[in-house]
């Protein structure tokens, strides 16, 4: 379905569109969804820039399951969230671990979007039983340009972004 779908794998959670139109029906994503949950795993992202070089990125993520990621942050200019289906806490920690501030993202009650500056410490909670939404940022992008707060409070850098998947 994906190669008819006009997509690339980056890996057995990330994909990539080979178009710069990149069209996704409701079907599909729940297609998507479902399969993911065949393989046991927890997310699946579809990157709709073709590849990471790119000034803008649009990524479908999929929370297959309620879980939890970050503390993290990357040095770019922006970070917005677009809920499509579910719920999802997004808190925001200082550099020391400390929580700022929490956004409650719902297709029923809370916020619809949220922007925030990509390079303040933020965990992602799905609240709901699945969770679909957008992420947007700027571009280009390496693995490497994430950097995680680690349990200790101390600044690491994420070599292989890829990892976070296989939570």
Not at 25 to 41: D, E, G, H, P
Not at 99 to 112: R, V
Request: proline share 2%; net charge positive; glycine share 4%.
């Amino acid at each position: 379905m994906l190669k008819n779908g006009n997509f690339k794998k980056k890996n057995n959670k990330v994909f990539y569109t080979l178009k710069k139109d990149c069209k996704l029906s409701r079907q599909v994503i729940f297609l998507l969804m479902n399969l993911a949950k065949l393989k046991k795993q927890k997310i699946i992202r579809i990157c709709m820039h073709i590849d990471d070089k790119l000034k803008t990125h649009e990524m479908l993520i999929m929370h297959i399951k309620p879980i939890s990621v970050g503390p993290l942050k990357q040095a770019k200019n922006f970070l917005s969230y677009h809920i499509i289906e579910g719920e999802m806490l997004i808190r925001i920690f200082d550099n020391k671990g400390k929580e700022i501030n929490k956004y409650m993202l719902s297709n029923h009650n809370g916020f619809k979007s949220l922007r925030l500056k990509a390079d303040k410490f933020r965990k992602i909670i799905t609240k709901s039983s699945f969770a679909i939404f957008l992420e947007i940022t700027n571009g280009p992008f390496k693995d490497s340009d994430t950097i995680w707060l680690n349990n200790k409070s101390k600044i690491r850098i994420q070599k292989d972004y890829a990892s976070i998947l296989n939570l």
